[in-house]
Protein backbone atom coordinates (compact mmCIF):
# COMPACT_ATOMS: atom_id res chain seq x y z
CA UNK A 1 0.00 0.00 0.00
CA UNK A 2 2.60 2.51 -0.79
CA UNK A 3 1.73 6.34 -0.83
CA UNK A 4 5.26 7.65 -1.30
CA UNK A 5 5.30 10.40 -4.23
CA UNK A 6 1.18 10.99 -4.38
CA UNK A 7 -0.30 14.02 -3.62
CA UNK A 8 -2.61 13.43 -0.56
CA UNK A 9 -6.95 13.39 -0.73
CA UNK A 10 -8.78 15.79 -1.14
CA UNK A 11 -10.47 17.45 1.94
CA UNK A 12 -14.37 16.97 2.35
CA UNK A 13 -14.84 20.20 1.65
CA UNK A 14 -13.43 19.67 -1.91
CA UNK A 15 -15.29 16.12 -2.39
CA UNK A 16 -18.18 17.94 -1.77
CA UNK A 17 -17.79 20.84 -4.34
CA UNK A 18 -17.04 18.35 -6.90
CA UNK A 19 -20.12 16.37 -5.75
CA UNK A 20 -21.77 19.48 -6.79
CA UNK A 21 -20.78 19.86 -9.86
CA UNK A 22 -21.17 16.70 -10.68
CA UNK A 23 -25.05 17.00 -9.85
CA UNK A 24 -25.46 20.26 -11.25
CA UNK A 25 -23.87 19.06 -14.95
CA UNK A 26 -25.03 14.94 -14.74
CA UNK A 27 -21.54 14.23 -14.59
CA UNK A 28 -19.34 12.03 -12.79
CA UNK A 29 -15.48 11.68 -12.02
CA UNK A 30 -14.06 8.99 -15.34
CA UNK A 31 -10.70 7.30 -15.70
CA UNK A 32 -8.45 8.27 -18.48
CA UNK A 33 -8.35 3.77 -19.65
CA UNK A 34 -10.30 1.15 -19.89
CA UNK A 35 -9.30 -2.42 -19.12
CA UNK A 36 -10.25 -5.99 -20.28
CA UNK A 37 -9.21 -8.61 -17.27
CA UNK A 38 -8.70 -11.77 -18.95
CA UNK A 39 -11.28 -14.16 -17.17
CA UNK A 40 -8.69 -16.80 -16.72
CA UNK A 41 -7.04 -14.60 -13.80
CA UNK A 42 -10.56 -15.09 -11.67
CA UNK A 43 -10.52 -18.82 -12.09
CA UNK A 44 -7.17 -20.39 -12.59
CA UNK A 45 -5.64 -21.82 -9.58
CA UNK A 46 -1.77 -20.70 -10.90
CA UNK A 47 -2.70 -17.06 -10.77
CA UNK A 48 -4.19 -17.30 -7.64
CA UNK A 49 -1.04 -18.86 -6.16
CA UNK A 50 0.74 -16.00 -7.60
CA UNK A 51 -1.49 -13.70 -6.17
CA UNK A 52 -1.33 -15.50 -2.66
CA UNK A 53 2.76 -14.90 -2.86
CA UNK A 54 2.04 -11.55 -3.43
CA UNK A 55 -0.35 -10.81 -0.56
CA UNK A 56 2.79 -12.57 1.30
CA UNK A 57 5.10 -10.09 0.72
CA UNK A 58 3.53 -7.15 1.29
CA UNK A 59 2.20 -5.00 4.18
CA UNK A 60 -0.87 -5.55 4.55
CA UNK A 61 -3.72 -4.80 6.92
CA UNK A 62 -4.38 -7.56 9.34
CA UNK A 63 -7.29 -6.17 11.61
CA UNK A 64 -8.39 -2.86 13.20
CA UNK A 65 -6.22 -2.23 16.48
CA UNK A 66 -9.70 -1.88 18.42
CA UNK A 67 -10.00 -5.56 17.96
CA UNK A 68 -7.05 -6.39 20.04
CA UNK A 69 -8.28 -3.34 22.55
CA UNK A 70 -6.57 -4.96 25.57
CA UNK A 71 -3.70 -7.26 26.50
CA UNK A 72 -4.49 -10.88 25.84
CA UNK A 73 -6.77 -9.84 23.10
CA UNK A 74 -6.15 -12.13 20.01
CA UNK A 75 -7.50 -12.71 16.45
CA UNK A 76 -5.93 -15.90 14.75
CA UNK A 77 -6.70 -16.54 11.08
CA UNK A 78 -5.29 -17.22 7.95
CA UNK A 79 -3.35 -14.37 5.83
CA UNK A 80 -2.71 -15.33 1.95
CA UNK A 81 -3.43 -18.60 3.12
CA UNK A 82 -0.65 -18.74 5.87
CA UNK A 83 -1.84 -19.04 9.53
CA UNK A 84 -1.46 -16.30 12.04
CA UNK A 85 -2.46 -14.86 15.20
CA UNK A 86 -1.94 -11.44 16.71
CA UNK A 87 -2.13 -10.98 20.06
CA UNK A 88 -1.99 -7.84 22.56
CA UNK A 89 0.50 -8.15 25.15
CA UNK A 90 1.18 -7.42 28.86
CA UNK A 91 3.08 -4.56 27.54
CA UNK A 92 0.14 -2.87 25.03
CA UNK A 93 2.25 -3.70 21.98
CA UNK A 94 0.42 -5.86 19.59
CA UNK A 95 2.95 -8.95 17.98
CA UNK A 96 2.32 -11.05 15.11
CA UNK A 97 3.25 -14.84 15.25
CA UNK A 98 3.04 -17.79 13.15
CA UNK A 99 -0.01 -19.67 14.26
CA UNK A 100 1.83 -22.86 15.32
CA UNK A 101 3.04 -24.41 18.40
CA UNK A 102 6.84 -25.18 18.49
CA UNK A 103 6.61 -28.97 19.48
CA UNK A 104 4.72 -30.42 16.86
CA UNK A 105 2.72 -27.51 14.70
CA UNK A 106 -0.79 -27.40 16.38
CA UNK A 107 -2.51 -23.77 15.48
CA UNK A 108 -2.92 -22.33 19.25
CA UNK A 109 -6.02 -20.79 18.83
CA UNK A 110 -8.43 -19.77 16.25
CA UNK A 111 -10.82 -17.00 15.61
CA UNK A 112 -10.71 -14.36 18.38
CA UNK A 113 -10.98 -14.35 22.09
CA UNK A 114 -8.72 -13.03 25.25
CA UNK A 115 -6.47 -15.53 26.87
CA UNK A 116 -3.67 -15.06 29.48
CA UNK A 117 -1.51 -17.00 27.57
CA UNK A 118 -1.26 -19.44 24.38
CA UNK A 119 -1.97 -23.11 25.48
CA UNK A 120 -1.00 -25.21 22.91
CA UNK A 121 -4.25 -28.04 22.58
CA UNK A 122 -2.44 -30.72 21.95
CA UNK A 123 -0.05 -31.50 25.25
CA UNK A 124 -0.42 -27.90 26.88
CA UNK A 125 3.14 -26.28 25.88
CA UNK A 126 2.35 -22.94 26.89
CA UNK A 127 3.49 -19.44 25.61
CA UNK A 128 3.21 -16.24 26.97
CA UNK A 129 1.73 -13.12 25.55
CA UNK A 130 4.92 -12.05 23.96
CA UNK A 131 5.53 -15.27 22.23
CA UNK A 132 8.02 -16.56 24.39
CA UNK A 133 7.69 -20.67 25.39
CA UNK A 134 6.85 -20.52 29.27
CA UNK A 135 6.53 -24.15 30.31
CA UNK A 136 6.17 -27.40 28.82
CA UNK A 137 4.21 -30.17 30.61
CA UNK A 138 6.42 -33.31 31.73
CA UNK A 139 9.53 -31.07 30.55
CA UNK A 140 12.32 -33.60 31.75
CA UNK A 141 11.08 -35.58 28.27
CA UNK A 142 13.08 -33.05 25.96
CA UNK A 143 16.49 -32.73 27.99
CA UNK A 144 17.43 -31.23 25.15
CA UNK A 145 15.44 -28.37 24.11
CA UNK A 146 16.45 -24.63 24.88
CA UNK A 147 13.28 -22.87 25.51
CA UNK A 148 14.65 -19.37 24.98
CA UNK A 149 15.03 -20.51 21.08
CA UNK A 150 11.08 -22.25 21.27
CA UNK A 151 8.75 -19.31 21.23
CA UNK A 152 6.35 -18.29 18.55
CA UNK A 153 7.99 -17.37 15.30
CA UNK A 154 7.64 -13.83 15.14
CA UNK A 155 5.66 -12.18 11.95
CA UNK A 156 6.53 -8.39 11.40
CA UNK A 157 3.72 -6.31 12.90
CA UNK A 158 3.04 -2.58 13.35
CA UNK A 159 -0.16 -1.02 14.85
CA UNK A 160 -0.35 2.67 13.12
CA UNK A 161 -3.49 5.02 12.78
CA UNK A 162 -5.85 2.74 14.04
CA UNK A 163 -5.28 -0.41 12.19
CA UNK A 164 -2.45 -3.45 12.75
CA UNK A 165 -0.50 -4.14 9.59
CA UNK A 166 1.72 -7.35 9.23
CA UNK A 167 4.24 -8.38 6.58
CA UNK A 168 5.27 -11.73 6.14
CA UNK A 169 8.40 -11.11 4.02
CA UNK A 170 11.66 -10.50 6.73
CA UNK A 171 13.08 -7.76 4.15
CA UNK A 172 10.09 -5.51 3.93
CA UNK A 173 10.00 -2.51 5.87
CA UNK A 174 6.93 -2.31 7.62
CA UNK A 175 7.43 1.48 8.89
CA UNK A 176 7.87 2.71 5.72
CA UNK A 177 5.23 1.34 4.08
CA UNK A 178 3.02 2.53 6.50
CA UNK A 179 4.39 5.97 7.41
CA UNK A 180 2.51 7.98 4.64
CA UNK A 181 -0.75 6.56 4.73
CA UNK A 182 -3.17 8.82 5.55
CA UNK A 183 -4.99 8.43 9.50
CA UNK A 184 -8.07 6.49 8.31
CA UNK A 185 -9.46 4.88 11.28
CA UNK A 186 -9.29 8.02 14.38
CA UNK A 187 -8.55 7.46 17.83
CA UNK A 188 -11.44 6.73 20.28
CA UNK A 189 -12.96 4.13 17.83
CA UNK A 190 -13.73 0.79 19.81
CA UNK A 191 -15.20 -2.54 17.93
CA UNK A 192 -18.74 -2.74 17.70
CA UNK A 193 -19.00 -5.99 15.74
CA UNK A 194 -17.06 -8.61 14.10
CA UNK A 195 -17.69 -11.45 11.89
CA UNK A 196 -16.34 -13.44 8.77
CA UNK A 197 -18.43 -15.09 5.69
CA UNK A 198 -17.76 -17.14 3.21
CA UNK A 199 -18.52 -15.56 -0.38
CA UNK A 200 -18.47 -18.18 -3.81
CA UNK A 201 -16.30 -15.84 -5.85
CA UNK A 202 -13.23 -15.28 -6.19
CA UNK A 203 -11.83 -12.21 -4.01
CA UNK A 204 -11.34 -9.77 -6.88
CA UNK A 205 -15.07 -10.53 -8.32
CA UNK A 206 -15.95 -9.27 -4.97
CA UNK A 207 -13.86 -6.92 -4.24
CA UNK A 208 -14.77 -4.73 -7.33
CA UNK A 209 -18.66 -5.08 -6.56
CA UNK A 210 -17.17 -2.16 -4.01
CA UNK A 211 -15.20 0.08 -5.90
CA UNK A 212 -17.68 1.96 -8.57
CA UNK A 213 -21.08 3.28 -8.48
CA UNK A 214 -22.02 2.69 -11.78
CA UNK A 215 -24.29 -0.36 -10.50
CA UNK A 216 -25.96 1.82 -8.53
CA UNK A 217 -29.56 1.75 -10.02
CA UNK A 218 -29.92 -1.65 -11.46
CA UNK A 219 -28.24 -3.30 -8.68
CA UNK A 220 -29.83 -1.70 -6.10
CA UNK A 221 -33.09 -0.49 -7.14
CA UNK A 222 -34.89 -0.86 -3.98
CA UNK A 223 -32.10 -0.07 -1.34
CA UNK A 224 -29.27 2.26 -1.99
CA UNK A 225 -30.85 4.15 -5.18
CA UNK A 226 -33.62 6.00 -3.58
CA UNK A 227 -31.31 8.17 -1.08
CA UNK A 228 -28.44 7.93 -3.57
CA UNK A 229 -27.04 9.00 -7.07
CA UNK A 230 -26.47 6.56 -9.80
CA UNK A 231 -22.89 6.68 -11.29
CA UNK A 232 -22.28 9.39 -9.29
CA UNK A 233 -18.18 9.41 -7.61
CA UNK A 234 -15.57 11.10 -7.11
CA UNK A 235 -12.27 9.18 -7.24
CA UNK A 236 -9.04 9.66 -5.88
CA UNK A 237 -5.86 7.88 -6.11
CA UNK A 238 -3.36 7.62 -3.10
CA UNK A 239 -0.29 5.78 -4.24
CA UNK A 240 -1.34 2.29 -4.90
CA UNK A 241 -4.46 2.90 -3.26
CA UNK A 242 -7.96 4.47 -4.23
CA UNK A 243 -10.83 6.32 -2.40
CA UNK A 244 -13.70 6.37 -3.93
CA UNK A 245 -16.95 9.01 -2.51
CA UNK A 246 -20.68 7.90 -2.45
CA UNK A 247 -22.39 11.14 -2.24
CA UNK A 248 -26.26 10.52 -0.13
CA UNK A 249 -29.16 12.76 -1.61
CA UNK A 250 -28.81 14.45 1.69
CA UNK A 251 -25.64 15.70 0.55
CA UNK A 252 -27.58 18.84 -0.30
CA UNK A 253 -28.25 19.81 2.87
CA UNK A 254 -24.75 21.20 2.30
CA UNK A 255 -25.25 23.50 -0.21
CA UNK A 256 -25.66 26.38 1.23
CA UNK A 257 -23.28 25.82 4.19
CA UNK A 258 -19.90 27.17 5.51
CA UNK A 259 -17.86 25.27 3.11
CA UNK A 260 -14.82 25.37 5.54
CA UNK A 261 -17.05 24.25 8.33
CA UNK A 262 -18.61 20.98 7.33
CA UNK A 263 -19.47 17.12 8.31
CA UNK A 264 -20.26 14.50 5.66
CA UNK A 265 -21.40 11.91 8.40
CA UNK A 266 -24.33 10.80 6.73
CA UNK A 267 -24.13 12.93 3.70
CA UNK A 268 -21.55 10.46 2.03
CA UNK A 269 -19.67 7.38 2.18
CA UNK A 270 -15.82 7.20 1.79
CA UNK A 271 -14.50 3.46 0.57
CA UNK A 272 -11.08 3.06 1.11
CA UNK A 273 -9.31 0.91 -1.07
CA UNK A 274 -5.84 -0.31 0.45
CA UNK A 275 -4.64 -2.21 -2.03
CA UNK A 276 -5.05 -5.67 -2.58
CA UNK A 277 -7.32 -6.23 -0.59
CA UNK A 278 -8.54 -4.84 2.41
CA UNK A 279 -12.08 -1.92 2.12
CA UNK A 280 -12.54 0.27 4.61
CA UNK A 281 -15.92 1.89 4.30
CA UNK A 282 -17.41 5.35 6.36
CA UNK A 283 -21.25 5.02 7.14
CA UNK A 284 -23.23 7.46 9.53
CA UNK A 285 -21.79 6.55 13.00
CA UNK A 286 -19.31 3.95 12.21
CA UNK A 287 -16.40 2.59 10.12
CA UNK A 288 -16.53 -0.98 8.79
CA UNK A 289 -12.59 -2.69 7.95
CA UNK A 290 -13.14 -5.34 5.39
CA UNK A 291 -10.76 -8.17 4.90
CA UNK A 292 -10.66 -10.39 1.83
CA UNK A 293 -8.62 -13.54 2.81
CA UNK A 294 -8.69 -15.40 -1.20
CA UNK A 295 -9.31 -19.30 -0.02
CA UNK A 296 -9.54 -20.52 -3.66
CA UNK A 297 -9.83 -18.88 -7.26
CA UNK A 298 -13.26 -19.08 -6.39
CA UNK A 299 -14.04 -18.63 -2.95
CA UNK A 300 -13.23 -16.10 -0.58
CA UNK A 301 -13.69 -15.49 3.66
CA UNK A 302 -14.84 -11.94 4.33
CA UNK A 303 -13.78 -11.04 7.72
CA UNK A 304 -15.69 -7.15 8.62
CA UNK A 305 -14.68 -5.58 11.92
CA UNK A 306 -17.06 -2.71 12.20
CA UNK A 307 -15.54 0.16 14.78
CA UNK A 308 -17.57 3.23 16.07
CA UNK A 309 -16.52 6.24 18.38
CA UNK A 310 -20.23 5.89 19.91
CA UNK A 311 -19.20 5.57 23.61
CA UNK A 312 -21.31 2.42 24.94
CA UNK A 313 -23.83 4.44 26.83
CA UNK A 314 -25.43 6.43 24.06
CA UNK A 315 -27.84 3.37 22.94
CA UNK A 316 -30.35 5.92 21.02
CA UNK A 317 -26.90 6.72 19.13
CA UNK A 318 -25.77 3.46 18.59
CA UNK A 319 -29.49 1.80 18.23
CA UNK A 320 -28.98 3.95 14.99
CA UNK A 321 -26.21 2.86 13.78
CA UNK A 322 -27.76 -0.91 14.05
CA UNK A 323 -30.34 0.12 12.35
CA UNK A 324 -27.75 1.74 9.42
CA UNK A 325 -25.99 -1.10 9.07
CA UNK A 326 -28.98 -2.84 8.40
CA UNK A 327 -30.24 -0.98 5.50
CA UNK A 328 -26.53 -1.47 4.29
CA UNK A 329 -26.18 -5.49 4.65
CA UNK A 330 -29.85 -5.12 2.49
CA UNK A 331 -27.35 -3.74 -0.43
CA UNK A 332 -24.27 -5.79 0.57
CA UNK A 333 -26.82 -9.25 0.18
CA UNK A 334 -27.76 -7.65 -3.58
CA UNK A 335 -23.98 -7.14 -4.32
CA UNK A 336 -23.21 -10.77 -3.14
CA UNK A 337 -25.57 -12.36 -5.30
CA UNK A 338 -24.44 -10.52 -8.32
CA UNK A 339 -21.06 -11.29 -7.31
CA UNK A 340 -21.64 -15.13 -7.58
CA UNK A 341 -23.72 -15.09 -10.26
CA UNK A 342 -20.82 -13.34 -12.30
CA UNK A 343 -18.29 -15.84 -11.15
CA UNK A 344 -20.90 -19.07 -12.14
CA UNK A 345 -21.20 -16.31 -15.34
CA UNK A 346 -17.01 -16.98 -16.12
CA UNK A 347 -18.01 -21.11 -16.20
CA UNK A 348 -19.95 -19.98 -19.28
CA UNK A 349 -16.99 -19.36 -21.83
CA UNK A 350 -19.05 -16.16 -23.32
CA UNK A 351 -16.35 -14.12 -22.70
CA UNK A 352 -12.46 -13.97 -22.65
CA UNK A 353 -12.03 -10.76 -20.08
CA UNK A 354 -14.23 -8.68 -18.50
CA UNK A 355 -13.77 -5.28 -19.51
CA UNK A 356 -14.16 -1.86 -17.05
CA UNK A 357 -15.24 1.34 -18.54
CA UNK A 358 -13.96 4.68 -17.66
CA UNK A 359 -16.41 5.28 -14.81
CA UNK A 360 -14.81 1.77 -13.15
CA UNK A 361 -11.07 3.79 -12.46
CA UNK A 362 -10.82 2.56 -9.19
CA UNK A 363 -11.08 -0.90 -10.22
CA UNK A 364 -8.67 -0.36 -13.31
CA UNK A 365 -6.53 1.36 -10.87
CA UNK A 366 -6.47 -2.30 -8.54
CA UNK A 367 -5.56 -4.24 -11.70
CA UNK A 368 -2.86 -2.44 -13.15
CA UNK A 369 -0.95 -2.50 -9.78
CA UNK A 370 -1.99 -6.20 -9.77
CA UNK A 371 -0.50 -6.86 -13.28
CA UNK A 372 2.80 -5.01 -12.05
CA UNK A 373 3.15 -6.65 -8.65
CA UNK A 374 2.76 -9.89 -11.15
CA UNK A 375 5.71 -9.08 -13.09
CA UNK A 376 7.99 -8.18 -10.09
CA UNK A 377 7.27 -11.50 -9.08
CA UNK A 378 8.01 -13.12 -12.44
CA UNK A 379 11.10 -11.36 -12.51
CA UNK A 380 11.85 -12.29 -8.91
CA UNK A 381 10.88 -15.94 -9.31
CA UNK A 382 13.99 -15.57 -12.50
CA UNK A 383 10.88 -16.92 -15.88
S1 LIG B 1 1.81 -29.77 19.33
FE1 LIG B 1 1.64 -28.17 20.72
S2 LIG B 1 2.07 -29.02 22.62
FE2 LIG B 1 2.34 -30.62 21.24
FE1 LIG C 1 -23.18 -2.43 -4.69
Redesign the pocket.
Known sequence: MNTNNEKQLLSDTEVVQRIFDHIDNATTDKGNQSWKEPVDNYRSKARLEAELKILQSRTIVFCPSSALAKPGDYVARDVAGIPLIAVRGLDGEVRAFRNA?R????QLANGHGCARALV?P????AYGLDGSLKSIPHENGFPDLDKATRGLVAVACLQSNGLVFINQNSEENIEHDVSSLPKLIPDGYRLLNLNSQIVKANWKLHLESSLEGYHIRQTHKNTFFPVQYDNLTVVEAFGENSRVAFPYQSIEGLRHKNQTDISVDGRLTYVYHLFPNVVISTFPGCMQVVVLEPIDESTTRQHSYLVSDIDENQTALLDSVFEGQKFAAKGAIEDLQIVQSAQRGLLSGANEFLEFGLFETAIVRLHVHLAREMARLDKTCGK
Open positions: CHRGVCYHGW
